[in-house]
């Protein structure tokens, strides 16, 4: 079977790494000339660690990672308003902090190397299959297509025949990883229409996420780092110490955070994986998890059932359920957590800490045991 991947990223390697376990071989372009130490942080849930088992890389995650047991959301002073402990019975596998180009060196060494700096120019179908011509002036018959290319997808037009235009939030997302360990718990900390998130990623290493609500592509609402540490100075430990370490703000990533969901995900020999068919906002940490599943899902159904259209039909019902569910209760969490208004923000504080811990783990049992599709071991 010949196989294209469009886009090395999470969801285009680690396809690329299930296909070869069921003996299949894709060719993988992607757009970008090299990989650097880009990125921040990733969580991978206990669902997400037992497909990576599936692929053979777990005890590589595990060891470039960091286990996490707790996730606790506390308001900006540092009261805890919630705690969840990020362990599921059944998935014995730990929940795992991993810095996001680390995590892409596992998946790049275990899927077909991507030409690198080489794009799509045409995708066209004939009788025998898909034609692809690439940027660098090669081509390419295909028995199947997969849009791998995020949320901006180009292949997703061909799918769709349409633009299909992300959503904004109304929130944009600064993320940066700093030296320090500030405890083994995922912490997210909710101020006044404000963020902070402090993720564990080694024993001396942490990922820190920030959000401010403002308009699409706006400006940084600071010049300097006295600015930038003045703008998130209400907020207590885990985030104080953290944001104390940064000494310089060009390291910082930047995000306004958005989602997209393609209307539909297949056609006849193309069809799309991860961001480029669902992304969701980060607040669940779903994101890359959906991708990785979306990927020995379809791997599983090309290897069984070869790239028919009753293969490529069954991974969108298979698995658009799950993605919209995750797409809805993120959008909403998100929403809920970027709160400006006092009155309001008291309210779900108190709703927040008077919930019983069994409700939010019940919560988190459901997004990890809903895998639907997904072949597991
Ligand atoms: C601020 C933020 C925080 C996040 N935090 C988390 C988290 O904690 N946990 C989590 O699970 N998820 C998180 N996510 C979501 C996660 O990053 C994405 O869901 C995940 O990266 C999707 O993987 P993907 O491979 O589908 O897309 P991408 O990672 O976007 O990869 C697409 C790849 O395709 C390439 N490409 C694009 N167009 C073309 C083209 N035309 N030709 C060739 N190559 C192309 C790109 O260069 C890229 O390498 C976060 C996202 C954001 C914005």
Known sequence: MRILVVGGGIGGLALGAALGRRGLVADVVERRETYGDEGAGIVLGPNVMAVMKGLGLHEEVLAAGHPVGLARITDASGRVLQQTPYAVPGWPLPATAIHRSRLLRILRAASPAPRLGVTLSRLEDCAEGVDVAFSDGATGRYDVVVGADGIGSAVRRHVCGVDVLPRYSGYTCWRLVVEGHFGDAVVEMWGQGKRVGVVPLDARRSYVYLTHNAP??????????????????????????????????????????????????WRPRAVL?????????????????????????????????????????????????????????????GKVSQWEGGLARTVRD?????????????????VVRDMPGVPIG
Do not use: K
């Open 273 to 333: 994986l991860g961001d480029a068919a669902h992304a969701v906002t980060p607040n669940l940490g779903q994101g890359a998890g959906l991708a990785i599943e979306d990927a020995a899902a379809l791997a599983w159904l090309l290897a069984t059932m070869g790239p028919s259209d009753e293969a490529l039909a069954r991974y969108e019902r298979l698995r658009r359920p799950r993605a919209e569910r995750i797409r809805d209760r993120s959008w909403v969490l």
């Open 216 to 265: 699409r592509r706006a400006e940084a609402p600071w010049t300097d780092l006295a600015g930038f540490r003045a703008a998130y100075a209400g907020f207590a430990d885990p985030a104080r110490s953290a944001l104390a370490r940064v000494d310089r703000l060009d390291g910082l990533l930047h995000n306004d955070i958005e989602d997209c969901l393609a209307p539909r995900w």
């Open 350 to 366: 108190a709703v927040l800490s008077w919930t019983p811990e069994s409700v939010s783990r019940a919560q988190l049992e459901a």
